[in-house]
Structures are given as structure tokens and as C-alpha cells.
């Protein structure tokens, strides 16, 4: 059931599929109210938000391909290979369209990577493992009761707020704003009428004395800080991602994790429900490195964000202003 959130129970992306505060709840009964409890509904909720947040992104970033090609498709048929447009402004078109594919290249890039890491080598992983937990064959002496089954579902949602980056603040937020980011951009190109271009014929149409070219300068203007301010999003979560590397992961509910999750009630229950690994810590927190370690692998498999940018489309904008008219 999904219904709206009380403030106590938001997170970060609980607002960003719809606009407004939703949040993910279940009526416990009896038998499941013996091993779960309200801060395990609130984790699983914050878990629903972020991949749906993820998934709407991902569609609309994927959505907006589509229309760019549709669009150039269409362009194509009375321009040929060019882009079309005067000779004033004809170089600065063609600069401009590739950079708004380079900006949604980036995006469908990042965004699939994250989803299909969280997807399989977090969710699917997990859960598959807490099957075979659950399915293990048991003796007398190590009965399965209702201590061991809490604590082996506690243990997954650890492991789950670990591999999904969702215990981290500074990285949550980032994965925030670059989903905002991408958003805005989407959004600006439906505005658009699907294209990053204006039409051929639209500029000077209405007013014989408008500027040739003022219309793909505003819109470079535009479509090139939304590059910058992207490509500083990714270098700063792949630079805090490397970071948390070398930071030991919290073995408990900590003030920041709780607070990410909206959980006052997980800190009222810490004495029933939390994340202490007394047993197997170590290999619980190597694999939680391990999740953290594919997505660096991922990100940075062909050097794309360790090595320096050679600027290819932030440093033609100087050139593509200069060759519109004055």
C-alpha cells in the first residue's frame, strides 16, 4: 500500500516519483509481527523510494532519447546531413546538438549503470542469499527460532541500506541532485517540443528584426550548465564513493543512517531491532565493501571519471557563442 508520509517517515527520495511525500506501508499480523516491526516497514519503504525514484528517472532519461532521435529523424529529411539552419548559425547548431547528446548519452549511462548494480549486484544478490539462509538444513542444535530468523532479516537489511548507498548521507545526497539534474533537463527538452534545437523556420518568423541565432544561444546557454553542473554531480559521487572505501562501515544504527531513514523509531527501538553483527561481522562488512567495489569497477571501468575531462563540450562554448551574430 502506498499512501502519504508523515513527516517522521521521510527520506530523500520519497518525494521524487509523484511530487509529493509517499511512503510504502504494510499491516503486520500475526506471524510476521514477531520478527518485523515498524523500523523494518520504515527501511523497506526508504528502499521503495530510491528504486523507484531510480527506475521514473531512468525511463524518462530513456523517453527523452527517443524523442531526440525522433526529432533529428524528422530534421534530417529536408537538411540532409547537416543540421540545417543559416549560415550564421549552422556551425553553432550542429556543436549544440551534440553536445544535448552528450548530455543524455552521460545520463542513460550513469543512470543504467546504477540501476542494474542495484538491481543485480545488490537486491537480486541479497535476496537470493537470504533464501538460501532461510532454506538451509537444521539440526536440534541449531533450530531455526524467532531470534535467529530476526536477526538473519536484520542482517539483509543491513546489507540491502549498504549496497543501495542508502547509509551514506553525502552520497545519497548526490544521487539526489543528479537525478534532479537529469529531470530538469528532460523536462526542458518536453518544453522543447522534444528537440534541443528550435524549429528550422521559427526564429524571425514573428518579428522580421529578431537576431538570427539568439534562440540556439539562449538554449546553449541552458543546455551547457546543465552539462557542467552533471558532470561535477558524477565526479563528486565517484570522489565520495572512492572515499567511503577507506571509511570502516557503522556496525550499528547510527544518528546519520537513522536520520536518513526517517527512523525516530528505529533509535526508540534499538534495543529490539539493530544492526550489531556479532557473528561473521567481518564477512558481512567485506561483502558490503565487495557491492561498493562492482560499482567503482562500473563507473570507471574505461577511466571516464578518474581521469581528468578534456573538456570537448564545455570548451566549445566560447567558440559556438562567438560564431553567433552580434
Known amino acids: 500500500m502506498i499512501r502519504e508520509a508523515t513527516p517522521q517517515g521521510t527520506s530523500l527520495f520519497d518525494s521524487h516519483l509523484l511530487g509529493t511525500t509517499l511512503s ?13 516491526d ?10 521503495f523510494s530510491f528504486l523507484a525514484a531510480l527506475r521514473k528517472t531512468h525511463t524518462d532519461v530513456q523517453a527523452c532519447w527517443t524523442s531526440l532521435s525522433n526529432a533529428q529523424r524528422a530534421r534530417r529529411r529536408w537538411t540532409g546531413f547537416s543540421e540545417g539552419g543559416t549560415a550564421e548559425d549552422q556551425d553553432a547548431r550542429a556543436k549544440m546538438l551534440r553536445c544535448g547528446w552528450g548530455v543524455v548519452r552521460d545520463m ?32 536440534a542444535a541449531s533450530h531455526l527460532d524467532f531470534s ?16 543501495c548507498l542508502l547509509t ?23 518544453r522543447w517540443s522534444g528537440d534541443v534545437l528550435p524549429a528550422l523556420l521559427f526564429e524571425g518568423s514573428l518579428d522580421g528584426g529578431e537576431q538570427v541565432g ?22 563528486a559521487f565517484y570522489e565520495a564513493l572512492t572515499q567511503s572505501m577507506s571509511q570502516p562501515f557503522s556496525t550499528t544504527v547510527d544518528a546519520s543512517k537513522s536520520a536518513y531513514i526517517g527512523a525516530s523509531m528505529v533509535l526508540n527501538q534499538t534495543t529490539a531491532h539493530n544492526f550489531s553483527r556479532t557473528r561473521g561481522a567481518e564477512s558481512e562488512l567485506g561483502q558490503s565493501r565487495r557491492h561498493v567495489e562492482r560499482l567503482l569497477l562500473r563507473l570507471d571501468f574505461n577511466g571516464e571519471l578518474s581521469k581528468p575531462r578534456k573538456g570537448v563540450r564545455g570548451g566549445v562554448e566560447n567558440d559556438i557563442l562567438a560564431g553567433l551574430g552580434r
Open 148 to 163: 535467529s530468523l530476526r536477526m538473519i532479516h536484520t542482517n539483509y537489511l543491513a546489507r540491502l541500506l549498504d549496497g
Open 108 to 139: 542513460s549511462w550513469f543512470l543504467d549503470t546504477v540501476l542494474s548494480y542495484v538491481m543485480m549486484d545488490v537486491v537480486d544478490t541479497e535476496f537470493a542469499k537470504l533464501k538460501e539462509l532461510l532454506a538451509a538444513p537444521r539440526s
Open 168 to 190: 551514506n548521507i553525502a552520497l545519497a545526497g548526490i544521487l539526489r541532485q543528479i537525478l534532479d539534474i537529469c529531470e530538469r533537463f528532460v523536462a526542458l527538452v518536453e
Open 24 to 36: 510504502l506501508t504494510y499491516n503486520l499480523s500475526w506471524p510476521l509481527d514477531l520478527f518485523l
Open 214 to 235: 539568439a534562440m540556439v544561444k539562449e538554449r546553449w546557454k541552458v543546455v551547457a550548465e546543465i552539462d557542467e553542473n552533471l558532470r561535477s554531480q558524477l565526479e
Open 38 to 47: 515498524r523500523a523494518d516497514l520504515t527501511i523497506y519503504s526508504s528502499v
